[in-house]
C-alpha cells in the first residue's frame, strides 16, 4: 500500500487559489486567503497536512506543480 502524504506551506502560499483548479478535491482555500486541505484529507485535523489516496496523486502532483508559490510539497510513503 502507497500513503500520498501532502504539506502546504502557509508562508509560501500566495494564494493564487491553482491548487483548488487542479484538484477541488483536496484543496480549498480558507476565509482567510490561503490554501488548506479540505477536512476530508486532513492529518491529525490539521488543515495544512494530509492523506491522501493513490487515485488522487496525479491530480495533486498537478496542483504541486502549478502551485505559484510553491507551497505544495508530496511525500510518497511505500508500506
Not at 493564487?16 to 487542479?22: D, E, G, H, R
Not at 506543480?65 to 508530496?74: P, Q
Amino acid at each position: 500500500m502507497t500513503k500520498i502524504l501532502i504539506t502546504i506551506d502557509k508562508k509560501k502560499c500566495v494564494g493564487c487559489a491553482s491548487c483548488t483548479l487542479n484538484a477541488p478535491e483536496v484543496f480549498m482555500m480558507s476565509p482567510k486567503g490561503h490554501s488548506v486541505i479540505r477536512e476530508k484529507y486532513r492529518n491529525e485535523n490539521n488543515e495544512l497536512k494530509g492523506i491522501v489516496p493513490e487515485s488522487l496523486y496525479e491530480k495533486v502532483k498537478k496542483a504541486a506543480n502549478r502551485c505559484l508559490g510553491s507551497a505544495i510539497k508530496i511525500y510518497v510513503k511505500k508500506e
